[in-house]
């Protein structure tokens, strides 16, 4: 039997808030489910304010809108990220400047920080791969000495923290991505994090086409107006009724990843121990949640035998993501600097089936598998 790399899982609450949301006889957004969605997350959370999106490429998006990104202002981020977090603020003319990874996990390296800031410097984000923390304080800590924001790509983040701190709502603003890969999903989604009150009142119109239709709604003005640039980044409200039959069956859902995690965890860990693999280093301060399994092997070669290995046995692994700073489109952007970090973790990490379903039988074969291969 062939493992997938993903499934995605139903919790079957789904079908009851879809009909539900059909029978409300509102389906364009900002509308009851969006209002439960972002209640969820605001009051588990203890947040000022979260915007429900169409993804979290439109919630980085809004991020460089409501920071008034232009041309000319420089953007700090990891190289070794997923094509979104570079996007948002390269459609705003910013330069993108890349960080290298650390040598723990593929997360920014926070102690490049200082030496990548200029006076045009208007941003910082930072990503937190695989749901497992960058080191937040020493970010906040360089960002606020030079009064500059923090956004945080927390796509694979739900549910993980810094030192008990929701990944997300640190930075100045957050992301999370409902994609189909992600812990919980609507196919396609995503909610950005307001964690600056001085920033609500732009985001939300941003979010609603420029206008201040949301004021409006709630009586606080008289007419709705154009009152800045913006766009339409709200989902209708039958992905927000879907989101929430997956919400109602979070804590669920994040035992199994958790589990599934862990199984990986204990059935390699002697591969790494006898120096074959690199696995997920978890520094003191980050408790992560189950997003996604990966290994690092010695070198691009022997993953890419690792990973053909594993297809001839019917198992579906992938890699990511290929450094940005090599991409086709923005190697000649960028400044020249050595990335090796990153390149690193291109050209070695794979990326094992997660999801929900995934039995343990299937751990033990995927394991057995990996340990056949090293034999
Ligand atoms: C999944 C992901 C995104 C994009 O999310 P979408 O909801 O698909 O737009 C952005 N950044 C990271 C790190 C991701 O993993």
Not at 89 to 102: E, K, P, Q, Y
Not at 120 to 145: F, L, S
Not at 273 to 285: K, M, N, R, S
Request: net charge negative; charged share 20%; proline share 4%.
């Amino acid at each position: 039997m062939k493992i997938p790399f993903n499934k995605p899982h139903f919790t079957g609450r789904e079908a009851h808030h879809l009909s539900q949301a059909a029978l409300l006889g509102k389906l364009s957004g900002n509308g009851f489910y969006t209002h439960e969605c972002q209640a969820f997350f605001e009051k588990r959370y203890h947040l000022h304010k979260t915007l429900l999106t169409t993804s979290c490429s439109d919630a980085l998006e809004m991020a460089a809108l409501a920071l008034r990104i232009g041309p000319g202002d420089e953007i700090i981020m990891p190289s070794y990220t997923f094509v979104s977090t570079a996007n948002a603020f390269v459609l705003r003319g910013a330069t993108i400047v890349f960080a290298d990874s650390n040598l723990q996990n593929p997360n920014i390296d926070a102690d490049q920080l200082e030496s990548l800031i200029t006076v045009r410097t208007r941003a910082i984000v930072v990503v937190h791969y695989g749901g497992i923390a960058c080191d937040m304080e020493k970010v906040m800590q360089i960002a606020g000495k030079h009064q500059i924001p923090v956004v945080e790509d927390a796509a694979q983040g739900i549910e993980a923290t810094f030192n008990g701190r929701p990944l997300g709502s640190i930075g100045t603003l957050g992301t999370y991505s409902f994609h189909e890969t992600k812990n919980v999903t609507s196919g396609e989604g995503g909610l950005l994090l307001v964690n600056d009150p001085a920033l609500i009142n732009r985001a939300e119109i941003i979010w609603e086409k420029g206008t201040n239709r949301a004021a409006f709604a709630r009586g606080e003005v008289e007419k709705y107006e154009w009152v800045e640039p913006g766009s339409s980044f709200l989902p209708n409200e039958l992905t927000a009724a879907f989101l929430f039959g997956q919400l109602e069956q979070l804590d669920d859902i994040q035992q199994k990843r958790m589990q599934i995690w862990q199984d990986y965890f204990s059935r390699l860990s002697d591969l790494a121990t006898a120096g074959f693999i690199g696995l997920p280093q978890v520094p003191e301060y980050a408790a992560h949640n189950g997003h996604l399994f990966y290994l690092t092997t010695r070198n691009a070669g022997e993953r890419d035998r690792l990973l053909s290995h594993l297809l001839k046995n019917d198992i579906h692994a992938v890699f990511h993501y290929l450094s940005l700073h090599r991409s086709p489109y923005y190697n000649r952007l960028h400044d020249g600097r050595d990335l090796p970090r990153a390149d690193h973790y291109a050209s070695t990490l794979l990326r094992l089936p997660f999801f929900y379903s995934l039995q343990p039988s299937e751990i033990d074969r995927i394991s057995e598998t990996i340990h056949q291969f090293y034999k």
